[in-house]
């Protein structure tokens, strides 16, 4: 839906930003199929806002049923083609220029994100280079994707008589659907992996954040990725995101957002078994033990729960404080928090930027109503901010229960709970930080290297920090547990969502 503010002139007129990004905005964004950018097949166009804002930034084209299935013929085509046909060391060569290009335009990245996501400053900044470097992990495995010999007997033959191996083949026409809170990252963690194991692709982005995606894309191409190996296709989730995920001429879907769309992929994908991956929603523990170092624990849980505005799946939202340090720790957060500037995030100060649109934030601050509703304490914020764009302060509840719903669901949103707990076994302390559907992610805190390793083993996540909270990087595998989803992203794992193996056996 357009507002007011669309009849505000466009961000290409902005002077803080680089040349080529005012060039990219104003430029006819159409999908990238086969290699070309092309308008929707019935000419219809998606308005891109600035959060923080409000006003359109730019205007790309928005596909539907028809032009993913122009896309899904083309990533076959490129299947069965140019890319079967590409070495390994060539892949690799090609994945590694990407990587370079990604940071040439570093720049151009952080305001693209900056501006279609609202992340801030410090945040947008890390984003190419970050790129960078998944295609330079994933770059260095295509010429280490190695099969098995299996020193098998099939039906009674002697040693010798049979040789037996695996190969590990790529899965095939990938469909990767991402969300709007790390728009180039999201992209990336599905095209990396999927481009060393061989694959080809058409990413769908989210329909808030799709200007990244579409940058990268022209990039992929003049690194020397054959045209059709990646395909961007902008458009909605029920439209174009639905007519992908029940595609037949799609292998496997890859998919990150809500965990209810989650279950409404699975559902599409049972058309032809197509194999689905699933990163989903997270309601992260962050548990603080007594002897816990504070100094470390306050700026890290006040980032924790919000990084990116809480708009992350491992956002640590509930805060399991010891009785002891309970009030310290609120206390030192809450004043942390209020120290943080807030604001657009292409003013470099500010470190706490807006929510993603309007109904995003509606959605945040009712889950602040039911919280008082329900008879938690509001430490801080709670409210919208009365300034253009879709801004809200960072929100602290106290004295939170495991019933409540501010408790229970991803809010995807700046509200932190905090609960605390006594001396009890530790057993009790990991069941309530598992008592949530979600298993993404979670950290400990404490001095004590006994208790943090048993907390380690209770804690049901697909990631547990220790004295940190949510470590990224391209080795280290990520994913859920439990509704958070299906598979992990990250590190060698994530080849196995990419790849098939077949065994073969021959008759000497
Ligand atoms: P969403 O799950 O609806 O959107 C994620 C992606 O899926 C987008 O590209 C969207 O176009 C697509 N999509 C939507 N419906 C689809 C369908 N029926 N078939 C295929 N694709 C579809 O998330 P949304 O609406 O942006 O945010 C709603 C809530 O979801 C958030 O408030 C948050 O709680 C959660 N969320 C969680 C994320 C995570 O990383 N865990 C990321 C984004 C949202
Ligand atoms: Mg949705």
Redesign the pocket.
């Known amino acids: 839906m357009d507002t007011p503010t669309d009849t505000v002139p466009d961000a290409s007129d902005d002077e803080r930003l680089a040349p080529a990004t005012r060039e990219f905005l104003v430029r006819e964004q159409g999908l990238l199929i086969d290699g070309r950018r092309v308008p929707a097949a019935d000419g219809r166009t998606l308005p891109v806002h600035d959060p923080a804002t409000g006003r359109r930034i730019a205007t790309v084209a928005c596909a539907s049923a028809a032009d993913v299935d122009l896309a899904v013929r083309a990533a076959r085509r490129a299947f069965e083609g140019d890319w079967a046909r590409t070495t390994t060391p060539e892949r690799s060569r090609a994945m590694w220029r990407l990587a370079e290009l990604c940071e040439a335009h570093h720049r151009t990245f952080r305001e693209l994100e900056i501006l279609d996501n609202g992340m801030p400053w410090n945040l947008g900044e890390m984003m190419a280079p970050l790129a960078a470097e998944f295609l330079r992990y994933y770059g260095g495995w295509p010429t280490k994707i190695e099969g098995r010999t299996i020193p098998a007997s099939p039906m009674g033959r002697r040693p010798g008589e049979t040789l037996t191996y695996t190969l590990r083949e790529p899965i095939g026409v990938v469909g990767a ?5 790390s728009p180039l990252a999201m992209a990336v963690l599905k095209l990396a992996p999927a481009l060393a194991a061989g694959c080809t692709l058409v990413l ?5 954040t799709p200007l990244s995606a579409l940058l990268l894309g022209d990039l992929a191409l003049e690194a020397g990725i054959p045209p059709g190996v990646f395909n961007v296709v902008p ?4 439209d ?3 007519a ?2 029940a595609h037949e001429g799609v292998d496997k879907i890859a ?8 279950r ?2 699975v559902r ?1 994908a049972a058309g032809n078994l197509k194999k689905v991956s699933l ?4 309601k992260s523990p962050v548990v603080v033990f007594a002897d816990a170092d504070l100094q470390a624990v306050i700026p890290a849980a006040t980032f924790a729960a919000f990084f990116l505005q809480g ?3 491992m956002a640590g939202t509930r805060l399991f404080v010891h009785e002891r340090v309970h009030d310290a720790v609120v206390e030192g957060i809450v004043a942390f928090t209020r120290t943080l500037p807030v604001g657009p995030g292409l003013d470099p100060r500010n470190v706490f930027g807006p929510l ?1 649109s309007r109904e ?1 934030r509606e ?1 945040v601050l009712g889950y602040v109503q039911t919280g008082r509703a329900q008879g938690a304490t509001l430490a801080l914020g709670g409210r919208a901010l009365d300034a253009p764009g879709w801004f809200a302060e960072p929100t602290i509840f106290t004295g939170t229960r495991p019933d409540m719903s501010i408790v229970r669901e ?4 700046p509200v932190l709970c905090v609960q605390r707990f006594g001396d009890g076994d530790l057993a009790s302390v990991a069941r309530a930080a598992n008592e949530t559907i979600y298993g993404l992610s979670g950290s400990v805190w404490t001095r004590d290297v006994s208790v943090a390793h048993r907390m380690v083993r209770l804690i049901d996540a697909g990631q547990v920090s220790v004295n940190c909270h949510a470590a990224v990087d391209p080795s280290i595998p990520f994913g859920g547990n439990r509704q958070s989803g299906w598979g992990r992203e990250m590190g060698e794992e994530a080849l196995d969502l990419y790849l098939k193996s077949k065994a073969v056996t021959v008759a000497l």
């Open positions: 659907i991402t969300p709007w809170n769908k982005p989210a329909e808030l458009g909605f989730g029920e174009a995101g639905a992908l995920a998919f990150t957002g809500s965990t209810e769309v989650g409404a992929i599409a990163e989903l929603g997270g708009q992350n799946c993603i995003q959605r991803e809010i995807f949103g």
